[in-house]
């Protein structure tokens, strides 16, 4: 082979290197997905996806407002804009967006505006912030199967893109686990399954 071809050869055999190697990381980067949900207390919300399989992680947070890191007692007063809520780590082999859709809307009231069960205010409004375009036609496409089922009554929850998330302070994290007794008393005194029950035909898990 003459020598210019073997250099040439050579060279291309570097570039498909280099390009396979580039490549590689990207083969993987869609194993995992993310979801965001606002439904009340970020608590509940946080234990109610804990609870299914295929979620890898779950983070309590603050999202949707203006104030860059709001700390909790910013948030709960009013003014930021911001709603409690819950950063979703998946495996979309294990569990599809649809599912984590069933048990979000299984799991709010969407019936009331700026507010859930106990809690009032518009940093305990509904909401599901997509990431991408598929997950905004999903939610959107759920949401009017919700306001088929309450034919008649104003579905309040927002859907919207999402922003700028802020993991809370480490004592609202795993709040059920570390804090059951709690968790448990805050949970049926705020009446959250027992509403729940009435709108879906079916007790929530606690």
């Known amino acids: ?58 983070t309590s947070g603050y999202i949707g407002g203006k104030k860059l890191n709001p700390t909790y007692y910013e948030v709960s007063a009013g003014g930021t804009g911001h709603t409690e809520a819950v950063e979703i780590v998946y495996d979309p082999k294990k569990v599809t967006f649809e599912k984590l859709l069933e048990v979000y809307w299984h799991s709010i009231d969407p019936l009331v505006k700026n507010r859930q069960f106990c809690d009032s205010g518009d ?25 088929v089922r309450f034919k008649g009554q104003t579905v309040y929850t927002q859907i919207a893109a999402a922003s700028k998330f802020t993991a809370a302070e480490d004592y609202h994290q795993d709040f059920h686990t570390k804090n059951p007794s709690k968790y448990k008393f805050y949970r049926w005194n705020c009446g959250r399954d027992q509403r729940l029950m009435e709108l879906w035909g079916k007790k929530g898990d606690s």
């Open 1 to 58: 082979m003459p020598r210019i071809l073997l250099s040439l050869s050579f060279l291309l055999a570097a570039i498909g290197l280099a390009a396979a190697q580039t490549a590689a990381p990207v083969a993987g980067a869609g194993e995992h997905a993310k979801a965001t949900f606002a439904g009340g207390c970020f608590w509940c919300t946080e234990a109610d996806f804990d609870k299914v399989d295929g979620v890898i992680s779950t």
């Open 123 to 147: 940093h305990y409004r509904t909401a599901i912030f997509f990431h991408s375009e598929e997950q905004r036609r999903l939610a959107e496409t759920t949401k009017k199967q919700v306001e």
